[in-house]
Nanobody, 119 residues
Framework: QVQLVESGGGLVLTGGSLRLSCAASGRTDSVRDMAWFRQAPGKEREFVAAHSWIASTTVYDNSVKGRFTIFRDDAKNVEYLEMNSLKPEDTAVYYC????????????WGQGTQVTVSS
């Protein structure tokens, strides 16, 4: 089993930056893909960015493309989400998730970390 723990959330002004971390532990050799999702109050959870550990490719939602970067520290099994030029609409609880089994989608989730962007 894989465990995920997020950190790095907080309060930032519009235009500011934050770096979220997602530390993976346990059977990390089973991880195929990791991603970040977010959920704003009263809204459904939405996809932000993903990083295939198999293909070493990344994909972003259009709303964050050019502002957010997803990347991994291979040695530490930590996945990061670097967020720049933050906007109030980026305010949400951010979750990291992993795919550990082919064909079942994101099957392991972290507990979430709050990001608040103040204008």
């Amino acid at each position: 089993q894989v465990q995920l723990v997020e950190s790095g959330g907080g309060l930032v002004l519009t235009g500011g930056s934050l770096r979220l971390s997602c530390a993976a532990s346990g059977r990390t050799d089973s991880v195929r893909d990791m991603a970040w999702f977010r959920q704003a109050p009263g809204k459904e959870r939405e996809f932000v960015a993903a990083h295939s550990w198999i293909a070493s490719t990344t994909v972003y939602d259009n709303s964050v493309k050019g502002r957010f970067t997803i990347f991994r520290d291979d040695a530490k099994n930590v996945e990061y989400l670097e967020m720049n030029s933050l906007k109030p609409e980026d305010t949400a609880v951010y979750y990291c998730a992993a795919i550990t089994r082919q064909g079942v989608g994101y099957d392991v989730w972290g507990q979430g970390t709050q990001v608040t962007v103040s204008s």
